[in-house]
Protein backbone atom coordinates (compact mmCIF):
# COMPACT_ATOMS: atom_id res chain seq x y z
CA UNK A 1 0.00 0.00 0.00
CA UNK A 2 1.43 3.29 -1.19
CA UNK A 3 0.34 6.86 -0.40
CA UNK A 4 0.07 8.87 -3.46
CA UNK A 5 -0.17 13.01 -3.53
CA UNK A 6 -1.90 14.95 -6.23
CA UNK A 7 -1.40 18.53 -7.21
CA UNK A 8 -4.32 19.58 -8.24
CA UNK A 9 -6.41 22.92 -9.72
CA UNK A 10 -9.75 23.32 -10.97
CA UNK A 11 -12.32 25.86 -12.27
CA UNK A 12 -14.85 25.84 -8.83
CA UNK A 13 -17.66 27.41 -11.44
CA UNK A 14 -19.73 24.49 -11.75
CA UNK A 15 -18.85 22.71 -8.67
CA UNK A 16 -20.54 22.69 -5.23
CA UNK A 17 -17.02 22.94 -3.75
CA UNK A 18 -14.43 20.53 -2.67
CA UNK A 19 -16.49 18.24 -0.38
CA UNK A 20 -19.19 16.31 -1.19
CA UNK A 21 -22.78 18.07 -0.87
CA UNK A 22 -26.54 17.31 -0.84
CA UNK A 23 -27.00 19.45 -3.78
CA UNK A 24 -24.35 18.97 -6.78
CA UNK A 25 -21.14 17.74 -7.69
CA UNK A 26 -18.03 18.13 -5.47
CA UNK A 27 -14.58 18.40 -6.85
CA UNK A 28 -13.53 15.44 -4.36
CA UNK A 29 -16.35 12.96 -6.05
CA UNK A 30 -15.13 14.03 -9.67
CA UNK A 31 -11.64 12.49 -8.34
CA UNK A 32 -12.47 9.91 -6.69
CA UNK A 33 -14.83 8.29 -9.60
CA UNK A 34 -11.71 9.59 -12.15
CA UNK A 35 -9.40 7.59 -8.92
CA UNK A 36 -12.15 3.86 -8.96
CA UNK A 37 -12.00 3.59 -12.61
CA UNK A 38 -8.29 4.06 -12.90
CA UNK A 39 -7.62 1.63 -10.27
CA UNK A 40 -10.48 -0.88 -9.42
CA UNK A 41 -10.33 0.18 -5.70
CA UNK A 42 -12.57 2.29 -3.67
CA UNK A 43 -10.43 5.08 -3.31
CA UNK A 44 -11.46 8.20 -1.36
CA UNK A 45 -9.12 11.31 -1.51
CA UNK A 46 -8.20 13.30 1.39
CA UNK A 47 -7.92 17.10 0.49
CA UNK A 48 -5.57 20.15 1.74
CA UNK A 49 -8.07 22.67 1.36
CA UNK A 50 -11.72 22.24 1.41
CA UNK A 51 -12.87 25.34 -0.56
CA UNK A 52 -16.31 26.25 -1.44
CA UNK A 53 -18.90 26.52 -3.97
CA UNK A 54 -17.35 28.36 -6.83
CA UNK A 55 -13.77 28.62 -5.22
CA UNK A 56 -10.87 27.74 -7.75
CA UNK A 57 -7.66 26.15 -7.32
CA UNK A 58 -4.34 26.44 -9.44
CA UNK A 59 -2.64 24.06 -6.51
CA UNK A 60 -5.09 21.76 -4.13
CA UNK A 61 -3.50 19.04 -2.41
CA UNK A 62 -5.04 15.52 -2.11
CA UNK A 63 -3.67 11.96 -0.79
CA UNK A 64 -5.42 8.78 -1.21
CA UNK A 65 -3.70 4.95 -0.51
CA UNK A 66 -3.92 2.64 -3.29
CA UNK A 67 -2.57 -1.04 -4.09
CA UNK A 68 -2.22 -0.59 -8.16
CA UNK A 69 1.50 -1.08 -9.56
CA UNK A 70 0.86 2.48 -11.51
CA UNK A 71 4.20 4.68 -10.84
CA UNK A 72 3.45 7.62 -8.82
CA UNK A 73 4.58 10.18 -11.33
CA UNK A 74 2.26 8.56 -14.21
CA UNK A 75 -0.86 8.94 -12.08
CA UNK A 76 -0.88 12.72 -13.10
CA UNK A 77 -1.56 11.67 -17.12
CA UNK A 78 -3.65 8.57 -16.35
CA UNK A 79 -6.52 10.57 -14.23
CA UNK A 80 -6.09 13.79 -16.51
CA UNK A 81 -7.74 11.52 -19.32
CA UNK A 82 -10.44 10.16 -16.92
CA UNK A 83 -11.22 13.80 -15.67
CA UNK A 84 -13.57 16.24 -16.85
CA UNK A 85 -11.02 19.81 -18.10
CA UNK A 86 -12.27 21.56 -15.31
CA UNK A 87 -10.10 19.61 -12.87
CA UNK A 88 -6.80 18.92 -13.94
CA UNK A 89 -3.66 16.61 -12.23
CA UNK A 90 -0.98 18.79 -12.39
CA UNK A 91 1.72 16.62 -10.43
CA UNK A 92 1.55 13.19 -8.66
CA UNK A 93 4.17 11.89 -6.21
CA UNK A 94 4.60 9.38 -3.25
CA UNK A 95 4.55 10.78 0.28
CA UNK A 96 4.98 8.87 3.45
CA UNK A 97 2.74 6.72 4.62
CA UNK A 98 1.20 8.83 7.30
CA UNK A 99 1.35 11.96 5.50
CA UNK A 100 -2.12 13.88 5.94
CA UNK A 101 -2.43 17.00 4.52
CA UNK A 102 -4.54 18.66 7.12
CA UNK A 103 -2.85 17.82 10.00
CA UNK A 104 0.93 18.94 8.57
CA UNK A 105 1.95 22.91 9.01
CA UNK A 106 2.33 24.26 5.68
CA UNK A 107 1.94 27.97 3.91
CA UNK A 108 -1.06 28.63 1.92
CA UNK A 109 -1.18 31.02 -0.84
CA UNK A 110 -4.79 32.70 -1.62
CA UNK A 111 -5.60 35.37 -3.88
CA UNK A 112 -8.75 37.56 -4.55
CA UNK A 113 -9.26 39.16 -7.64
CA UNK A 114 -11.06 42.22 -8.50
CA UNK A 115 -11.83 43.46 -12.09
CA UNK A 116 -12.37 47.77 -11.32
CA UNK A 117 -13.71 48.73 -14.68
CA UNK A 118 -16.52 51.26 -16.01
CA UNK A 119 -18.24 47.36 -17.58
CA UNK A 120 -17.28 44.05 -17.05
CA UNK A 121 -15.36 41.69 -18.98
CA UNK A 122 -16.50 38.49 -20.25
CA UNK A 123 -13.47 36.75 -20.43
CA UNK A 124 -12.59 37.12 -16.96
CA UNK A 125 -16.24 37.14 -15.16
CA UNK A 126 -15.54 33.37 -13.87
CA UNK A 127 -12.67 33.80 -12.49
CA UNK A 128 -12.92 38.10 -11.08
CA UNK A 129 -15.26 39.87 -8.58
CA UNK A 130 -15.87 42.92 -10.95
CA UNK A 131 -16.45 46.66 -9.04
CA UNK A 132 -17.11 49.57 -10.61
CA UNK A 133 -16.48 52.33 -8.19
CA UNK A 134 -12.82 54.09 -7.45
CA UNK A 135 -10.07 51.72 -5.89
CA UNK A 136 -7.24 53.54 -3.66
CA UNK A 137 -5.07 50.33 -3.55
CA UNK A 138 -2.51 52.34 -1.96
CA UNK A 139 -4.96 52.33 1.40
CA UNK A 140 -5.84 48.60 0.48
CA UNK A 141 -2.11 47.79 0.69
CA UNK A 142 -1.50 49.95 4.03
CA UNK A 143 -4.47 48.33 5.84
CA UNK A 144 -3.60 44.78 4.66
CA UNK A 145 -0.44 45.52 5.80
CA UNK A 146 -2.35 45.30 9.44
CA UNK A 147 -3.14 41.59 8.94
CA UNK A 148 0.54 40.66 8.92
CA UNK A 149 1.72 38.44 12.15
CA UNK A 150 -0.03 36.07 14.25
CA UNK A 151 -3.58 37.38 15.25
CA UNK A 152 -6.63 36.03 16.76
CA UNK A 153 -7.99 36.35 13.08
CA UNK A 154 -12.05 35.62 14.80
CA UNK A 155 -13.42 38.69 13.45
CA UNK A 156 -13.10 37.39 10.02
CA UNK A 157 -14.39 34.27 10.17
CA UNK A 158 -18.24 33.45 9.14
CA UNK A 159 -20.34 31.42 11.57
CA UNK A 160 -20.54 27.42 11.23
CA UNK A 161 -16.93 27.31 11.69
CA UNK A 162 -15.41 24.23 13.58
CA UNK A 163 -12.02 24.61 14.96
CA UNK A 164 -10.11 24.61 17.61
CA UNK A 165 -8.70 27.67 17.50
CA UNK A 166 -9.02 31.03 15.55
CA UNK A 167 -5.23 32.14 15.80
CA UNK A 168 -3.84 32.27 12.49
CA UNK A 169 -0.46 33.83 11.21
CA UNK A 170 -0.34 35.36 7.99
CA UNK A 171 3.41 35.88 6.36
CA UNK A 172 2.22 38.28 3.64
CA UNK A 173 -0.98 40.21 2.84
CA UNK A 174 -0.18 42.01 -0.65
CA UNK A 175 -2.05 43.93 -2.61
CA UNK A 176 -0.97 44.10 -6.49
CA UNK A 177 -2.58 46.73 -9.73
CA UNK A 178 -2.53 45.47 -12.97
CA UNK A 179 -0.61 41.96 -12.16
CA UNK A 180 -1.11 40.21 -15.26
CA UNK A 181 -2.23 40.98 -18.66
CA UNK A 182 -5.13 43.04 -17.25
CA UNK A 183 -4.38 46.92 -15.90
CA UNK A 184 -7.76 46.78 -14.36
CA UNK A 185 -7.51 43.68 -12.10
CA UNK A 186 -6.56 44.31 -8.47
CA UNK A 187 -4.84 40.95 -6.72
CA UNK A 188 -5.08 40.41 -3.18
CA UNK A 189 -2.70 37.81 -2.36
CA UNK A 190 -2.32 36.47 1.28
CA UNK A 191 0.37 33.50 2.45
CA UNK A 192 -0.31 32.38 5.84
CA UNK A 193 -0.58 28.88 7.90
CA UNK A 194 -3.78 28.63 7.50
CA UNK A 195 -7.47 30.36 6.98
CA UNK A 196 -10.49 30.40 8.98
CA UNK A 197 -13.54 29.56 6.76
CA UNK A 198 -14.64 32.49 4.57
CA UNK A 199 -11.40 34.27 6.13
CA UNK A 200 -10.07 35.64 2.86
CA UNK A 201 -13.15 36.82 1.54
CA UNK A 202 -14.55 38.79 4.26
CA UNK A 203 -10.68 40.32 4.54
CA UNK A 204 -11.30 41.24 1.16
CA UNK A 205 -14.43 42.89 2.00
CA UNK A 206 -12.82 45.22 4.83
CA UNK A 207 -9.53 45.60 2.21
CA UNK A 208 -12.12 46.98 -0.34
CA UNK A 209 -13.60 49.20 2.34
CA UNK A 210 -10.36 50.89 2.69
CA UNK A 211 -10.21 51.00 -0.89
CA UNK A 212 -12.90 52.89 -0.95
CA UNK A 213 -12.39 54.89 1.59
CA UNK A 214 -15.79 53.77 3.71
CA UNK A 215 -12.96 53.11 6.46
CA UNK A 216 -9.44 54.82 6.93
CA UNK A 217 -6.84 51.80 6.66
CA UNK A 218 -5.73 51.95 9.98
CA UNK A 219 -8.93 51.02 11.07
CA UNK A 220 -7.86 47.62 10.04
CA UNK A 221 -6.17 47.31 13.65
CA UNK A 222 -8.91 47.96 15.53
CA UNK A 223 -11.17 45.75 13.94
CA UNK A 224 -8.69 42.64 13.79
CA UNK A 225 -8.70 43.29 17.78
CA UNK A 226 -12.41 43.95 17.93
CA UNK A 227 -13.05 40.48 17.55
CA UNK A 228 -16.42 40.68 16.46
CA UNK A 229 -17.54 39.91 12.51
CA UNK A 230 -20.20 42.77 12.43
CA UNK A 231 -17.27 45.39 12.45
CA UNK A 232 -15.57 43.86 9.20
CA UNK A 233 -16.64 43.97 5.81
CA UNK A 234 -18.95 42.00 3.80
CA UNK A 235 -17.98 38.65 2.57
CA UNK A 236 -16.79 39.12 -1.10
CA UNK A 237 -18.42 36.22 -3.88
CA UNK A 238 -17.02 33.07 -4.25
CA UNK A 239 -15.51 33.41 -8.32
CA UNK A 240 -13.05 35.60 -6.94
CA UNK A 241 -10.91 33.47 -5.07
CA UNK A 242 -8.19 31.19 -5.87
CA UNK A 243 -6.22 28.62 -3.73
CA UNK A 244 -2.89 29.64 -5.94
CA UNK A 245 -0.52 27.11 -3.86
CA UNK A 246 -0.01 24.98 -0.59
CA UNK A 247 3.52 24.58 0.19
CA UNK A 248 4.92 21.40 2.40
CA UNK A 249 7.89 21.73 4.12
CA UNK A 250 9.79 18.79 2.91
CA UNK A 251 10.89 16.79 5.63
CA UNK A 252 7.40 16.52 6.87
CA UNK A 253 6.45 14.38 3.67
CA UNK B 1 -33.50 58.21 -36.83
CA UNK B 2 -29.73 57.87 -35.39
CA UNK B 3 -27.35 55.39 -36.12
CA UNK B 4 -25.44 54.14 -32.73
CA UNK B 5 -22.42 52.14 -32.35
CA UNK B 6 -21.56 49.57 -29.45
CA UNK B 7 -18.12 48.14 -28.86
CA UNK B 8 -18.99 45.14 -27.47
CA UNK B 9 -16.97 42.16 -25.62
CA UNK B 10 -18.46 38.35 -25.55
CA UNK B 11 -17.13 35.01 -24.77
CA UNK B 12 -17.57 32.98 -27.64
CA UNK B 13 -17.36 29.82 -25.88
CA UNK B 14 -21.25 29.28 -25.97
CA UNK B 15 -22.57 30.39 -28.99
CA UNK B 16 -22.12 29.72 -32.92
CA UNK B 17 -20.82 32.53 -33.43
CA UNK B 18 -21.67 36.29 -34.29
CA UNK B 19 -24.27 35.52 -37.09
CA UNK B 20 -27.15 33.69 -36.81
CA UNK B 21 -26.92 29.96 -37.72
CA UNK B 22 -29.99 27.20 -37.27
CA UNK B 23 -27.79 25.57 -34.77
CA UNK B 24 -27.66 27.69 -31.85
CA UNK B 25 -27.11 31.11 -30.37
CA UNK B 26 -25.17 33.79 -32.49
CA UNK B 27 -24.21 36.89 -30.29
CA UNK B 28 -26.00 38.78 -32.73
CA UNK B 29 -29.18 37.51 -31.75
CA UNK B 30 -28.59 38.22 -28.14
CA UNK B 31 -28.05 41.69 -29.05
CA UNK B 32 -30.80 42.20 -31.13
CA UNK B 33 -33.45 41.05 -28.53
CA UNK B 34 -31.63 43.22 -26.01
CA UNK B 35 -32.14 46.20 -27.87
CA UNK B 36 -35.95 44.74 -29.03
CA UNK B 37 -36.68 44.73 -25.26
CA UNK B 38 -35.05 48.33 -24.21
CA UNK B 39 -36.48 50.01 -27.42
CA UNK B 40 -39.32 48.26 -28.33
CA UNK B 41 -38.36 48.34 -32.42
CA UNK B 42 -37.43 45.68 -34.67
CA UNK B 43 -33.64 46.48 -34.57
CA UNK B 44 -30.66 43.96 -36.31
CA UNK B 45 -27.15 45.03 -35.42
CA UNK B 46 -25.14 44.95 -38.46
CA UNK B 47 -21.25 43.50 -36.77
CA UNK B 48 -17.79 44.57 -38.08
CA UNK B 49 -16.57 41.22 -37.61
CA UNK B 50 -18.40 37.92 -38.15
CA UNK B 51 -16.56 35.95 -35.71
CA UNK B 52 -16.87 32.01 -36.12
CA UNK B 53 -18.40 29.74 -33.21
CA UNK B 54 -16.34 29.65 -30.10
CA UNK B 55 -13.95 32.75 -30.81
CA UNK B 56 -13.74 35.90 -28.61
CA UNK B 57 -14.13 39.46 -28.88
CA UNK B 58 -12.88 41.86 -26.34
CA UNK B 59 -13.70 44.52 -28.74
CA UNK B 60 -16.23 44.06 -31.84
CA UNK B 61 -18.65 46.38 -33.29
CA UNK B 62 -21.54 47.05 -34.08
CA UNK B 63 -24.37 49.93 -35.12
CA UNK B 64 -27.72 49.97 -35.46
CA UNK B 65 -30.49 52.90 -36.12
CA UNK B 66 -32.98 53.81 -33.75
CA UNK B 67 -35.32 56.20 -33.20
CA UNK B 68 -35.31 55.78 -29.28
CA UNK B 69 -34.74 59.13 -26.93
CA UNK B 70 -32.08 57.16 -24.82
CA UNK B 71 -28.70 58.98 -24.94
CA UNK B 72 -26.07 57.51 -27.28
CA UNK B 73 -23.78 56.77 -24.29
CA UNK B 74 -26.85 55.36 -22.39
CA UNK B 75 -27.26 52.59 -24.41
CA UNK B 76 -24.02 50.32 -22.71
CA UNK B 77 -25.61 50.79 -19.32
CA UNK B 78 -29.00 49.93 -20.52
CA UNK B 79 -28.31 47.07 -22.94
CA UNK B 80 -26.27 45.43 -19.92
CA UNK B 81 -28.74 45.71 -17.45
CA UNK B 82 -30.41 43.10 -20.54
CA UNK B 83 -27.36 40.71 -21.54
CA UNK B 84 -26.38 37.43 -20.00
CA UNK B 85 -22.85 38.46 -18.34
CA UNK B 86 -20.89 36.71 -21.46
CA UNK B 87 -21.88 39.41 -23.82
CA UNK B 88 -20.97 43.30 -22.20
CA UNK B 89 -21.41 46.31 -23.89
CA UNK B 90 -18.32 48.80 -23.25
CA UNK B 91 -19.63 52.02 -24.84
CA UNK B 92 -22.05 53.46 -27.08
CA UNK B 93 -21.79 56.44 -29.10
CA UNK B 94 -23.60 58.21 -32.06
CA UNK B 95 -22.08 57.71 -35.65
CA UNK B 96 -22.64 59.29 -39.06
CA UNK B 97 -26.28 57.82 -40.47
CA UNK B 98 -23.74 55.71 -43.35
CA UNK B 99 -21.06 54.47 -41.14
CA UNK B 100 -20.85 51.30 -42.07
CA UNK B 101 -18.65 48.99 -39.52
CA UNK B 102 -17.69 46.47 -42.59
CA UNK B 103 -17.72 49.20 -45.66
CA UNK B 104 -14.94 51.51 -43.44
CA UNK B 105 -11.12 50.68 -43.80
CA UNK B 106 -10.31 49.62 -40.51
CA UNK B 107 -6.95 48.03 -38.46
CA UNK B 108 -8.36 45.00 -36.54
CA UNK B 109 -5.81 43.31 -33.72
CA UNK B 110 -6.68 39.41 -33.08
CA UNK B 111 -4.60 37.52 -30.92
CA UNK B 112 -4.39 33.76 -30.84
CA UNK B 113 -3.15 32.21 -26.99
CA UNK B 114 -1.19 28.96 -27.01
CA UNK B 115 -0.61 27.82 -23.46
CA UNK B 116 2.05 25.66 -23.08
CA UNK B 117 2.74 23.41 -19.82
CA UNK B 118 3.03 19.52 -19.24
CA UNK B 119 -0.44 19.75 -18.14
CA UNK B 120 -4.12 22.01 -19.18
CA UNK B 121 -4.61 24.87 -16.59
CA UNK B 122 -8.42 24.41 -16.38
CA UNK B 123 -8.85 28.39 -15.28
CA UNK B 124 -7.51 29.56 -18.92
CA UNK B 125 -8.48 26.40 -21.08
CA UNK B 126 -11.90 28.33 -22.28
CA UNK B 127 -9.22 31.00 -23.87
CA UNK B 128 -6.30 29.40 -25.13
CA UNK B 129 -5.12 26.61 -26.92
CA UNK B 130 -3.07 24.10 -25.03
CA UNK B 131 -0.27 22.64 -26.41
CA UNK B 132 2.45 20.77 -24.11
CA UNK B 133 5.63 20.36 -26.28
CA UNK B 134 8.36 22.61 -26.22
CA UNK B 135 8.05 26.06 -28.25
CA UNK B 136 10.73 27.85 -29.90
CA UNK B 137 9.03 31.34 -30.07
CA UNK B 138 11.82 32.62 -31.84
CA UNK B 139 11.56 30.93 -34.28
CA UNK B 140 8.04 31.30 -34.74
CA UNK B 141 8.91 35.48 -34.36
CA UNK B 142 11.75 34.78 -37.38
CA UNK B 143 8.20 33.01 -39.42
CA UNK B 144 5.98 35.53 -38.50
CA UNK B 145 8.22 38.82 -39.55
CA UNK B 146 7.95 36.83 -43.39
CA UNK B 147 3.89 38.06 -42.48
CA UNK B 148 4.07 41.74 -42.75
CA UNK B 149 3.17 43.96 -45.52
CA UNK B 150 0.61 43.59 -47.98
CA UNK B 151 0.22 40.04 -49.54
CA UNK B 152 -1.65 37.18 -51.14
CA UNK B 153 -2.92 35.83 -48.02
CA UNK B 154 -5.07 33.03 -50.17
CA UNK B 155 -2.62 29.86 -48.85
CA UNK B 156 -4.26 31.11 -45.15
CA UNK B 157 -7.66 31.12 -46.12
CA UNK B 158 -10.15 27.87 -45.65
CA UNK B 159 -12.84 26.75 -48.65
CA UNK B 160 -15.83 28.82 -48.55
CA UNK B 161 -14.94 32.37 -48.47
CA UNK B 162 -16.94 34.84 -50.13
CA UNK B 163 -14.27 37.49 -50.92
CA UNK B 164 -13.22 39.84 -54.25
CA UNK B 165 -9.81 39.34 -53.37
CA UNK B 166 -7.69 37.64 -51.14
CA UNK B 167 -4.64 40.82 -50.72
CA UNK B 168 -4.83 42.29 -46.97
CA UNK B 169 -1.58 44.01 -45.38
CA UNK B 170 -0.79 42.56 -41.88
CA UNK B 171 0.87 45.98 -40.26
CA UNK B 172 2.76 43.51 -37.47
CA UNK B 173 2.82 40.03 -36.38
CA UNK B 174 4.15 39.75 -33.07
CA UNK B 175 4.94 36.16 -30.96
CA UNK B 176 4.89 37.15 -27.46
CA UNK B 177 6.10 34.82 -24.25
CA UNK B 178 4.51 35.20 -20.64
CA UNK B 179 2.36 38.12 -21.66
CA UNK B 180 0.05 38.25 -18.83
CA UNK B 181 -0.10 36.43 -15.41
CA UNK B 182 1.23 33.56 -16.81
CA UNK B 183 4.53 32.97 -17.82
CA UNK B 184 3.62 29.72 -20.12
CA UNK B 185 1.07 31.61 -21.86
CA UNK B 186 2.32 32.59 -25.96
CA UNK B 187 0.42 35.15 -27.86
CA UNK B 188 0.33 35.58 -31.44
CA UNK B 189 -0.91 39.30 -32.39
CA UNK B 190 -1.87 40.15 -35.20
CA UNK B 191 -2.77 43.74 -36.50
CA UNK B 192 -4.08 44.43 -40.55
CA UNK B 193 -6.37 45.75 -42.31
CA UNK B 194 -8.73 42.56 -42.46
CA UNK B 195 -8.67 38.97 -42.11
CA UNK B 196 -9.98 35.76 -44.54
CA UNK B 197 -11.51 33.28 -43.65
CA UNK B 198 -10.11 31.50 -40.65
CA UNK B 199 -6.69 33.22 -41.49
CA UNK B 200 -5.15 33.61 -37.84
CA UNK B 201 -5.88 30.49 -36.94
CA UNK B 202 -4.38 29.01 -40.10
CA UNK B 203 -1.22 31.76 -39.35
CA UNK B 204 -1.31 30.33 -36.29
CA UNK B 205 -1.22 26.70 -36.74
CA UNK B 206 1.73 27.51 -39.44
CA UNK B 207 3.56 29.68 -36.79
CA UNK B 208 3.29 26.69 -34.52
CA UNK B 209 4.93 24.59 -36.94
CA UNK B 210 7.75 26.87 -37.01
CA UNK B 211 7.70 27.25 -33.01
CA UNK B 212 8.23 23.15 -32.92
CA UNK B 213 11.06 22.82 -35.93
CA UNK B 214 8.77 21.32 -38.25
CA UNK B 215 9.34 23.84 -40.86
CA UNK B 216 12.20 26.30 -41.27
CA UNK B 217 11.32 30.22 -40.06
CA UNK B 218 12.20 30.96 -43.68
CA UNK B 219 9.78 28.63 -45.51
CA UNK B 220 6.89 30.96 -44.36
CA UNK B 221 7.72 33.32 -47.36
CA UNK B 222 7.55 30.65 -49.57
CA UNK B 223 4.19 29.53 -47.96
CA UNK B 224 2.71 33.01 -48.48
CA UNK B 225 3.96 32.74 -52.34
CA UNK B 226 2.78 29.26 -53.24
CA UNK B 227 -1.17 30.27 -52.60
CA UNK B 228 -1.69 26.71 -51.83
CA UNK B 229 -3.66 26.25 -48.73
CA UNK B 230 -1.94 22.68 -48.40
CA UNK B 231 2.00 24.15 -47.70
CA UNK B 232 0.11 25.67 -44.37
CA UNK B 233 -0.35 24.15 -40.87
CA UNK B 234 -3.68 23.22 -39.24
CA UNK B 235 -6.00 25.68 -38.43
CA UNK B 236 -5.63 25.69 -34.96
CA UNK B 237 -9.39 25.57 -32.45
CA UNK B 238 -11.22 28.71 -31.85
CA UNK B 239 -10.96 28.92 -28.25
CA UNK B 240 -7.18 30.62 -28.76
CA UNK B 241 -8.76 33.30 -30.64
CA UNK B 242 -10.05 36.98 -29.77
CA UNK B 243 -10.62 39.90 -31.55
CA UNK B 244 -9.42 42.31 -29.38
CA UNK B 245 -9.49 45.39 -31.21
CA UNK B 246 -10.64 46.99 -34.73
CA UNK B 247 -10.06 50.72 -35.36
CA UNK B 248 -12.00 52.98 -37.53
CA UNK B 249 -9.68 56.39 -38.55
CA UNK B 250 -11.60 59.28 -36.64
CA UNK B 251 -12.40 61.23 -39.86
CA UNK B 252 -14.86 57.67 -41.43
CA UNK B 253 -17.40 58.07 -38.75
Redesign the interface.
Known amino acids: MRRIMLRI ?3 GTDYVGWQKQPNGLAVEEVLNKALRDLTGEQIEVIGASRTDSGV ?1 A ?1 DNVAVFDTESPIPAKKF ?1 FAL ?1 RRLP ?7 SCEVKPNFHPRRVNCVKTYEYRIFND ?6 N ?3 TYFYHHDIDVDAMREAAHYLEGEHNFVTFCSAGAQVTTTVRTIYSAEVIRG ?4 ENCIIIRLKGNGFLYNMVRIIAGTLLQAGTHAIEPARMAEIIESRDRGQAGPTLPPQGL ?1 LVHIEYPEGNR
Open positions: AYDHLSNNSVVVRSEHPNPLRRYAGYDT
